[in-house]
Nanobody
């Protein structure tokens, strides 16, 4: 069974940076997109960033220019570099992989807290 293992969350001051990582426990085939979602308390889970197998990226408007999604195929890892963090970025961040066969894999989530 495939697991997605996230790391890199934590407490950071406003304006700070964090890099999240998500490692696949084994190679997943026919991946369509790798995604990062987040869910703040009392809110619905929302899509933050997407990267395709051709490295096309898309971002939620609120994080454009501050967050960067990337991947290392050799390491089966997807990253989310988060800069200029704001208190409203506080949430649990989830890694997600969708395959061309419509399988959906989720990580366990990692907490990001932006506070002074």
């Amino acid at each position: 069974q495939v697991q997605l293992v996230e790391s890199g969350g934590g407490l950071v001051q406003p304006g700070g940076s964090l890099r999240l990582s998500c490692v696949e426990s084994r190679t997943i085939f026919r991946i369509d997109t790798r995604n990062w979602y987040r869910q703040a308390p009392g809110k619905q889970r929302e899509l933050v960033a997407t990267i395709t197998n051709t490295d096309t990226t898309n971002y939620q408007d609120s994080v454009k220019g501050r967050f960067t999604i990337s991947r290392d195929a050799a390491k089966n890892t997807v990253y989310l570099q988060m800069n200029s963090l704001k208190p409203e970025d506080t949430a649990v961040y989830y890694c997600n992989i969708v395959t061309r066969l419509h399988s959906n894999y989720w990580g366990q989530g990692t907490q990001v807290t932006v506070s002074s």
